[in-house]
């Protein structure tokens, strides 16, 4: 493993993988489920999102893949709950652009652990991994406002 590599799955990275929060998904009508894969990697996630009120109550994640997806699903459900819907997909954009090394606009301080996913960007076939669990929770939110 190249030291390059050995810096991108960081502690915190690898605390995530190992001992992942809010993993397990609950049989709740209140649950609204979404399924990604990327075949490209072998990552297979679920996120489930709880939405009271433009309030996102809750997130689950479960599935399996490499360390910078399962971790990222655990890193995005710490940092995107308890937050309003549009402050919660604002964030996920900012981590898009935290991938991908962009420069990040705006208030970034919620952004929490998800930050140290900026070293993906020196790996462009991981952004998918990265991102995955977050897309996922975007689709889940435009599909929960829709009414599916
Ligand atoms: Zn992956």
Same mark, same amino acid.
């Given at each position: 493993?190249?030291?390059?590599?050995?810096?991108?799955?960081?502690?915190?990275?690898?605390?995530?993988?190992?001992?992942?929060?809010?993993?397990?998904?609950? /049989?709740? @009508?209140?649950?609204?489920?979404?399924? =990604?894969?990327?075949?490209?990697? +072998? %990552?297979? $996630?679920?996120?489930?999102?709880?939405?009271?009120?433009?309030?996102?109550?809750?997130?689950?994640?479960?599935?399996?893949?490499?360390?910078?997806?399962? /971790?990222? @699903?655990?890193?995005?459900?710490?940092? =995107?709950?308890?937050?309003?819907? +549009? %402050?919660? $997909?604002?964030?996920?954009?900012?981590?898009?652009?935290?991938?991908?090394?962009?420069?990040?606009?705006?208030?970034?301080?919620?952004?929490?652990?998800?930050?140290?996913?900026?070293?993906?960007?020196?790996?462009?076939?991981?952004?998918?991994?990265?991102?995955?669990?977050?897309?996922?929770?975007?689709?889940?939110?435009?599909?929960?406002?829709?009414?599916?």
């Amino acid at each position: 493993m190249s030291s390059n590599l050995q810096n991108l799955y960081r502690q915190v990275i690898m605390d995530h993988y190992k001992n992942p929060r809010n993993k397990g998904l609950i /049989s709740d @009508a209140g649950y609204h489920d979404v399924h =990604l894969r990327n075949p490209t990697c +072998g %990552d297979d $996630v679920t996120i489930s999102i709880k939405m009271d009120d433009d309030v996102i109550k809750d997130i689950r994640h479960e599935g399996t893949g490499c360390a910078i997806c399962c /971790s990222s @699903a655990s890193v995005m459900s710490e940092t =995107l709950v308890e937050k309003e819907v +549009g %402050d919660a $997909v604002r964030l996920a954009h900012q981590f898009y652009d935290i991938v991908k090394g962009e420069e990040v606009l705006g208030d970034v301080e919620d952004m929490g652990d998800a930050f140290v996913y900026q070293g993906v960007s020196q790996f462009p076939a991981r952004i998918k991994c990265a991102t995955i669990a977050w897309k996922a929770f975007e689709q889940g939110i435009s599909e929960l406002k829709e009414g599916k």
